[in-house]
C-alpha cells in the first residue's frame, strides 16, 4: 500500500509501499533516468503480442534498470494499466488492445526524477509507520472490495480485511499522537471509520477497470481524514 508521509511542514518527504517493482521503479528514476530512457525504447521497438509476454515472463530479473523498465513497459502495455499479481507475487495481466501506446515518455521520467530529489523512497510496510505532531500521512490503500469478483493483490502479500483493520486502528494511533491524515476508500468502507474523529467526503472518481462494463464509469469513494 503506497504511502506518503510530509514533515515540519513540508520540509521532508517519504515515500513508501510494499510492492518492490513500484518503489525499485521510483528508485531507478530518482538516482539516473537515462538507463531507464534507453531500455523503454529498446522495449517500444519490439512491443508486439509475443514480445510482451515474454517480458512478462520474466519473473525473477537482476538488474533493477531492467526490473524498473518491465515495469512501465508492462504497465503501459497491459489490460487498462492493471497492476494485478498472483500469490508468488508473479505479474499475470493480459495484454491490452492499444495502438500505439506511449512506453517511453521520456518528458515526464525526467522531470518525475527532478521531483524525487531529497524524497525518502523505500520499501516498507505502513504498520512501520512513525509520525506524530506536524506530520501529514496520506494512504492509499487497495480498496475494500465492492464485490466478490474485486481483488486487492497489488503485491505478493494481500491486502484483506486484517490490513484494512490495522490501517483504521493506526489511524486511529496517528489522530492520538496528533499527526494529520488523509485515506481514500471504497464507499464500502464507511462503516469501518464509524469513529467521530473520522470525517469522510464522498467524491466521484472514474473507474476505468471492471468485469462488467455496467460497473464502469464514476462511481462513489470516501476521502477519509482527521481534520
Same mark, same amino acid.
Given at each position: ?5 510530509? /514533515? !515540519? ?5 517519504? =515515500? $513508501? ?15 539516473? &533516468?537515462?538507463? =531507464?530512457?534507453?531500455? =523503454? ?6 512491443? $508486439? ?6 517480458i512478462r515472463s520474466q519473473h525473477h =530479473? ?17 489490460? !487498462?494499466? #492493471? ?10 495481466? &493480459? ?27 523505500r520499501m516498507r510496510d505502513f504498520r ?24 486487492? /493483490? ?28 488523509? #485515506? ?11 469513529? &467521530? ?8 472518481? &472514474?473507474?476505468?477497470? !471492471? $468485469?462488467?462494463? $455496467? ?13
Open positions: 500500500m503506497p504511502y506518503v508521509i510530509c /514533515r !515540519n511542514g513540508g520540509g521532508q518527504f517519504h =515515500l $513508501s509501499d510494499v510492492n518492490f517493482d513500484l518503489i525499485n521503479t521510483y528508485q531507478v528514476i530518482k538516482r539516473d &533516468p537515462g538507463p =531507464l530512457i534507453s531500455k =523503454l525504447r529498446q522495449h517500444a521497438a519490439k512491443h $508486439s503480442k509475443d514480445y510482451y509476454y515474454k =530479473l537482476d538488474d533493477r534498470v531492467e526490473i524498473a523498465a518491465r515495469f512501465i513497459y508492462l504497465n503501459k502495455t497491459c489490460y !487498462n494499466g #492493471l497492476w494485478r499479481v498472483n500469490s508468488k507475487g508473479e505479474f499475470n495481466v &493480459p495484454i491490452g488492445s492499444y495502438k500505439n501506446p506511449v512506453i517511453c515518455d521520456e518528458t515526464a521520467l525526467r522531470a518525475c526524477h527532478i521531483v524525487l530529489q531529497g524524497i525518502d523512497v512501520e509507520l512513525q509520525a506524530g505532531r506536524g506530520d501529514f500521512v496520506y494512504f492509499d490503500p487497495p480498496y475494500q472490495p465492492l464485490d466478490k469478483t474485486s481483488f486487492t /493483490r497489488y503485491a505478493k502479500a494481500d491486502f484483506g480485511p486484517r490490513e484494512q483493520e490495522a490501517l483504521r486502528d493506526l489511524c486511529l494511533a496517528l489522530h492520538d499522537r496528533g499527526a494529520k491524515f488523509m #485515506l481514500s476508500n471504497s464507499d464500502t468502507s464507511s462503516t469501518l471509520y464509524d469513529n &467521530p474523529i473520522f470525517r469522510i467526503e464522498i467524491v466521484k472518481a &472514474p473507474r476505468f477497470v !471492471n $468485469s462488467k462494463a $455496467s460497473g464502469r464509469g464514476a462511481v462513489n469513494e470516501l476521502l477519509i481524514r482527521n481534520y
